[in-house]
């Protein structure tokens, strides 16, 4: 599904939009996009993130290098859905080649609708931003403090 559609889907239901990157259909580099939307979405300039390209996985593995982000790749709606409600992703990475045009509305909807659980997998968010910083996330068991200079 091209980006241009999905645009057209989006800005009716009153979501605001910015595009980042290449939306004609041409060969582009992926991580310049994927620099472009995390960047903005980890220093707070967007709530979220949608990355385009042909199967979503470059653009999931390029996203995920960029602290702050956590970003998944959702082929179906249940994806999404759990990848809002247990992991807290703030990017979404889908294929634009291997899934459809409607299921791809499908699949945005219910993942910009759905909240957060917090709960237990708060502490799981918390160990993935001790991995960013470079800290074993087994220390959280073990009583270490999760202030961001720990």
């Given at each position: 599904?091209?980006?241009?559609?999905l645009?057209?889907h989006?800005?009716?239901d009153?979501?605001?939009?910015?595009?980042f990157?290449e939306?004609?259909?041409?060969?582009?580099?992926?991580?310049?996009s994927?620099?472009?939307?995390c960047?903005?979405?980890s220093?707070?300039?967007?709530e979220?993130?949608?990355?385009?390209?042909?199967t979503?996985i470059?653009?999931?593995?390029?996203?995920?290098?960029?602290?702050g982000?956590?970003a998944?790749?959702?082929?179906?709606?249940l994806s999404?859905?759990?990848s809002?409600?247990?992991n807290?992703a703030?990017?979404l990475?889908?294929?634009?080649d291997?899934?459809g045009?409607a299921?791809?509305k499908r699949?945005?909807?219910?993942?910009?609708?759905?909240?957060?659980d917090?709960g237990?997998?708060?502490?799981?968010?918390e160990?993935?931003a001790?991995i960013?910083?470079?800290t074993?996330?087994?220390e959280?068991?073990?009583g270490i403090d999760?202030a961001p200079?720990?």
């Amino acid at each position: 599904m091209a980006a241009n559609a999905l645009l057209g889907h989006l800005r009716p239901d009153g979501h605001e939009v910015e595009l980042f990157g290449e939306t004609s259909g041409r060969s582009c580099d992926y991580p310049d996009s994927a620099w472009r939307v995390c960047q903005a979405v980890s220093n707070g300039r967007a709530e979220r993130g949608i990355l385009l390209c042909g199967t979503g996985i470059g653009m999931c593995i390029a996203a995920n290098k960029i602290p702050g982000i956590r970003a998944a790749l959702a082929p179906d709606e249940l994806s999404a859905r759990l990848s809002r409600s247990h992991n807290d992703a703030n990017v979404l990475c889908l294929s634009a080649d291997l899934i459809g045009q409607a299921l791809v509305k499908r699949i945005v909807e219910e993942w910009l609708k759905t909240p957060f659980d917090g709960g237990r997998h708060q502490r799981r968010l918390e160990k993935i931003a001790m991995i960013e910083r470079g800290t074993d996330p087994g220390e959280l068991a073990e009583g270490i403090d999760l202030a961001p200079d720990s």
